[in-house]
């Protein structure tokens, strides 16, 4: 299985940009990239995904390494409720392995 | 409309006691995951419906753990003859269909066994 390694964790001021890193190099050409967050005491909550080109939606951005290996999770300003674990995974037909993610702390 | 329910909430068992987890994924998903969480640690997949099929049962920890969904909704996780090590949050997810990557968590059952 292809495997995410990323920071334990990260911190940022409020209203900044954060960039949260994502090494995957034994990725294949058909895993898709998914992010996930999950804040205290809740489920996992899904950020955004995306395959080869970077993507966008209205809670962040993904910028995709042109060879794949790498991914990094924009949040164009943090904010407290932004505070929570990060979680990339490589998935596959609804295959989701989670690993220990990056937990950001959002500084006020 | 509602999203991935699950009850009870939080439960406490005594060591040796049998517990039900509830989840109520969302009307017309095809696709159900549970997942168990341990503290500090990420969610680890235990197993998938599509429909009331179970096509992957590969993740349950052992023989003590069971999983239904006899009419392709609702899903039971059982666990016969709790042990401390079971403690854990157990989050259910479900997805439109096959095909849909995107899963949506419900809030977790938090399993205490004393």
């Known amino acids: 299985d292809a495997k995410t390694t990323q920071p334990n964790s990260m911190e940022s001021n409020e209203e900044e940009p954060v960039h949260l890193p994502c090494n995957h190099s034994?990725?294949?050409?058909?895993?898709?990239i998914h992010w996930y967050r999950q804040l205290p005491s809740q489920g996992p909550e899904y950020v955004i995904h995306g395959l080869t080109s970077n993507v966008n939606n209205r809670m962040a951005s993904l910028a995709i390494a042109e060879d794949r290996k790498s991914s990094t999770l924009i949040l164009h300003r943090a904010t407290l409720r932004d505070a929570a674990v990060y979680y990339c995974i490589l998935t596959i037909n609804n295959d989701m392995r989670f690993g220990a993610g990056t937990r950001l702390t959002v500084k006020p | 409309g509602a999203g991935v329910s699950q009850s009870p909430r939080y439960k406490v068992a005594k060591r040796g006691q049998d517990v039900a987890l509830r989840c109520d994924p969302i009307?017309?998903?095809?696709?159900l995951f549970w997942y168990q969480q341990a503290l500090g640690q990420g969610p680890e997949f235990l197993t998938y419906?599509?429909?009331?099929?179970?096509?992957?049962k590969s993740g349950l920890p052992s023989d003590r753990f069971f999983a239904e969904r006899p009419e392709g909704s609702v899903s039971t996780l059982k666990i016969q003859r709790t042990q401390q090590e079971d403690s854990a949050v157990y989050l259910c997810?479900?997805?439109?269909?096959?095909?849909?990557?995107?899963?949506?968590f419900g809030p977790g059952t938090r399993l205490l066994v004393l």
């Open positions: 997810a479900s997805s439109f269909d096959p095909s849909q990557e995107t899963q949506y």
């Open positions: 009307s017309g998903h095809v696709s």
């Open positions: 419906f599509q429909n009331e099929a179970q096509l992957d």
């Open positions: 034994t990725i294949s050409g058909t895993d898709y």
